[in-house]
């Protein structure tokens, strides 16, 4: 079975400041795939990374910055110098081999100005 | 970039009525299509897994007879929610995978707000 941990529901920030949102997988297959999604208010999911599990290298996109860890089934997200409109429920997701996502429960984060 | 259509994007029903949800892709084909249903401040649970000509596939606890997904062309899956009761009322959620990009690669709807009266 597959099972993504979001241990953080609500983090609040103020404008600026760097925040970590956690993520915390467990799944028997070798080969998975991870994500990140973002939620605004809106409702729609917006994709913004998918990492494989072969591959641990860091990413950074902007402000926005990854770190895999296989050896902790840890792949957590991390916004340098938060903005208002980073405001969203962000969640991270599990695939496998079937396609279908398994998704944390999500994360709110709410940066103030 | 991969697009996926869902209409509507929020109805409003009587207790009683059928509502039939559709997602689309739209520059791609999908063989297969996922519907999620989120409910408000909850995480996203998988519904069913919609095969193009062949019966959805759903998950433990979700009720076929009351959740129809029908898949019958490479980009339309539709979900109808029969005789729609206020529980019902919830974000649903589809997602494709084009069937010629790679594993995992999935472009998800914008989602439809449902609310049974």
């Known amino acids: 079975a597959q099972k993504v941990t979001q241990a953080q529901t609500e983090i609040s920030v103020v404008e600026k400041e760097d925040v970590t949102l956690d993520c915390v997988y467990e799944?028997?297959?070798?080969?998975?795939?991870l994500f990140w999604y973002k939620q605004p208010p809106s409702g729609e999911l917006v994709f913004l990374i998918r990492?494989?599990?072969?591959?641990?290298q860091n990413e950074i996109s902007g402000r926005y910055s990854w770190n895999f860890q296989k050896s902790t089934s840890s792949f957590n997200f991390t916004i340098t110098a938060s903005q208002v409109v980073d405001s969203a429920v962000y969640f991270c997701?599990?695939?496998?081999?079937?396609?279908?996502?398994?998704f944390g429960g999500g994360t709110r984060l709410m940066v103030k100005p | 970039g991969a697009v996926v259509s869902q209409h509507p994007s929020w109805v409003i029903c009587k207790s009683g009525t059928s509502v039939k949800i559709e997602c689309r892709s739209l520059?791609?084909?999908?063989?297969?299509m996922f519907w999620y249903r989120q409910f408000p401040k909850q995480s996203l649970m998988l519904m069913a897994t919609?095969?193009?000509?062949?019966?959805?596939?759903?998950e433990q606890g979700v009720e076929k007879d009351k959740f129809l997904i029908n898949h019958a062309s490479l980009t339309l899956s539709t979900l109808t929610v029969t005789s729609a009761h206020p529980e019902d009322s919830s974000f649903y959620i589809c997602?494709?995978?084009?069937?010629?990009?790679?594993?995992?690669?999935?472009?998800f709807g914008a989602g439809s707000r449902l609310t049974v009266l």
């Open positions: 997602s494709a995978r084009e069937s010629a990009a790679g594993a995992n690669v999935l472009t």
């Open positions: 799944t028997r297959d070798t080969t998975y795939y």
């Open positions: 990492r494989n599990s072969f591959d641990e």
């Open positions: 997701a599990l695939g496998g081999a079937g396609n279908m996502l398994t």
């Open positions: 520059d791609f084909q999908a063989t297969t």
């Open positions: 919609s095969n193009e000509g062949s019966k959805a596939t759903y």
